[in-house]
DNA sequence: GTGAATGCAAAACCTTTGCAACTGG
DNA sequence: CCAGTTGCAAAGGTTTTGCATTCAC
């Protein structure tokens, strides 16, 4: 995503929102480090290599217009630090506690994750945050977590 | 668990915790203040009326102790002040925007709520959170944001 | 040109920790 | 008795804020 970039990347236009250099950037390594699920002080670090004078209060600030304007998501799992997310189709979020990575899940074809949950009537959903922990059974670690 | 209790609720046993006045006002409070879905902060201001000596290092104590004993549950909404929950049915929290309140939702009948998303082989999932954000539309606050 | 965004440092917020005193089993 | 728990105050990590400067439109 974002990666295949027929054509450039650059410029995007997020809503009428005023696209300064800061927000590009952030927005970019959003894009490229996407599966990683960075932290705002990982997005942070790698801001800065492509633009040193970025601070840290920015990429805050840039993070939260972002989500604001739709463009990207914000990602809380417990009380850790908030990662984001460039993702913007409905999916769930696994945190691996064995190797502490994060997951993107995708809805099974034709499924719907509001139905399962007996809503009382008239009450109107806007978002809907799923996240989930346990092992993921792929590198190393979790395979021989798993078979327990 | 604890919760098909027909008689008192007074010095119930958690799987071995030693349990001392604070625990067990700490999950007195909780128990009352259940569908209110108290902050440490909220439980500590009800908590210290019954037992002025407590402090509030101790309440987060207990509440992370009985939520690790599964007594109860934490509920972490974006990253607004975790709230604790004495329901430990499987169920969803719901956060209204108009109104702030947090309702508890539950799974429609027969229904499950992880079978929706297409988790990959060999993952096991330990935990689940769902978190919903919307207009409740009881509250007259809310019925009215609810017709737009 | 001008309102909005940046960068810096300091503050705010929720939560955890160190440690001496205490207590439940 | 004594490991585990409490209460207090101080520290911790993450995020936000105030303000002068700079920038995108």
């Known amino acids: 995503m ?3 970039r027929t054509v450039s990347k650059a410029t995007e236009d997020f809503g009428g929102l005023r696209m300064t250099k800061q927000r590009q950037a952030v927005y970019d390594v959003l894009s490229d480090l ?3 699920h960075p932290t705002a002080a990982e997005v942070f670090v790698t801001a800065k290599e ?3 004078s970025i601070s840290l209060a920015t990429v805050y600030n840039c993070l939260e217009t972002l989500t604001g304007a739709g463009a ?3 990602v809380n799992i417990d009380r850790e630090a908030s990662r984001y997310c ?5 999916h769930a979020h ?3 506690t064995g190797c502490n990575q994060v997951f993107d899940i995708g809805l099974e074809r034709g499924a719907d994750a509001e139905s399962v949950w007996s809503l009382p009537a008239g009450c109107r959903v806007e978002e809907m945050h799923v996240a989930m ?3 993921c059974g792929r590198c190393p670690n979790c395979s021989t977590a798993a078979k327990s």
């Open 72 to 74: 990207i998501k914000q």
């Open 34 to 36: 996407g599966p990683q």
């Open 94 to 96: 696994f945190y691996c």
């Open 86 to 90: 460039p993702n913007l189709q409905p």
């Open 2 to 4: 974002a990666q295949n």
């Open 50 to 52: 492509r633009m040193p």
């Open 133 to 135: 922990r346990g092992i």
